[in-house]
């Protein structure tokens, strides 16, 4: 049997490498030095239709169905729910904002993603749609059940890896924000967010409402998420009093009612080129980073990608291509 290939980081990257390692019989082995990766703070959102322009996200169509298949099958393998489906709620406050929600929603882009116009839920919003297809991936539960199924089967360790050993320098680099910040391919845009658990008695909101740059997702029972601030020149995992009273602020606006914080967390998004992850060789080993702030929508698929690459030499569409990318910003 070929030598185990070495994925280096247990966050969504990594962890969905693995499977699609294990899915094509391929042995692996998954280190992680168990500290701040942004996977274990993330929402774990998808909502496809995004933005102040209320655009769908980046290849939505190809990668979401492919990332519900993928939480599916791995729920029924592992014996846990992961995958929460919920309608979104995209409110607007301001008539400009909801003139260019409503001047998009005939796009044959985004018309596929939208339930339809409904009433806001109160009078501070002057238009709310309903976008369909999102939903809430329990991140933590899906690593946590993963890492178990790994240990297990003595796949995974605790480890940090070292760039100068031959073995890690061979790895799949699954790192994250971490490996972005250390130089690993050499440019970033990572950004630092902040998010809020909330709990709320008798609220009744079972769809994500997104609206005026934040969102409040319901996470089961009395419990919600909130967020999230984007900060770009301080790149740590340690929560401030600044992002909780921002995040209070959005918070305030989006919710139906009063509500108590019971958690605050920081984590970094690792970010190259918006959330347009990408994959390829770099240096002996390979790179898998970059999953932005959409890593629950868009890990499973290019996992794929990557071991197919690995494994039969099927290249991705050069959008994916790490090559493609550091060559057109050397152009640039
Ligand atoms: C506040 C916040 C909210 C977010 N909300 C959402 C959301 O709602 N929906 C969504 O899809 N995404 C969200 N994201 C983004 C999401 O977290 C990322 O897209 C995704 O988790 C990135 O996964 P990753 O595996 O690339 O990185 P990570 O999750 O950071 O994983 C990297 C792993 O590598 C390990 N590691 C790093 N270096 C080494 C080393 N040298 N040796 C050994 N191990 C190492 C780390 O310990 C870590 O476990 C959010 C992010 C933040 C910060």
Known sequence: MSAPHRIIGQGLAGTCLAWSLHDRRAPFEIIDREGHGSSRVAAGMIN???????????????FLPEAVEFYRRLEERLGAVFWHPLTVVRLASREADWEKIRSK??????????????????????????????????????????RAWFVERGFYHQAEADPASPEDRQGIWCEGAAGLIAGRPGLHRCAKGEILTLRA??????????????????????????????????????PTEKGRRQVEDI???????PFEVIGHDAGVRPILRRSQPLIGPLGEGWFFNGLGSKGSLYAPGVARRLAEWMLDGTEPDPDLDLRQFLASVKHS
């Open 251 to 257: 918070a305030h606006r989006l919710a139906p009612g």
């Open 48 to 62: 496809p239709v995004t933005g102040k322009n209320f655009q769908p996200s980046w290849r939505i169509a190809e």
């Open 201 to 238: 008695d008798g609220w009744e909101e079972p769809r994500i409402r997104v609206g005026d740059g934040g969102w409040l997702i319901p996470i089961g029972g009395d419990l919600y998420k909130a967020g999230a601030t984007y900060v770009w020149d301080v790149l740590d995992a340690a």
């Open 105 to 146: 929603l005939a796009d044959p882009e985004v018309a596929p993603w939208v339930a339809g116009e409904v009433s806001p839920p109160d009078e501070r919003w002057v238009g709310a749609v309903e976008v369909k297809g999102g939903g809430r991936l329990d991140v933590r539960a899906f690593l946590d059940a993963s």
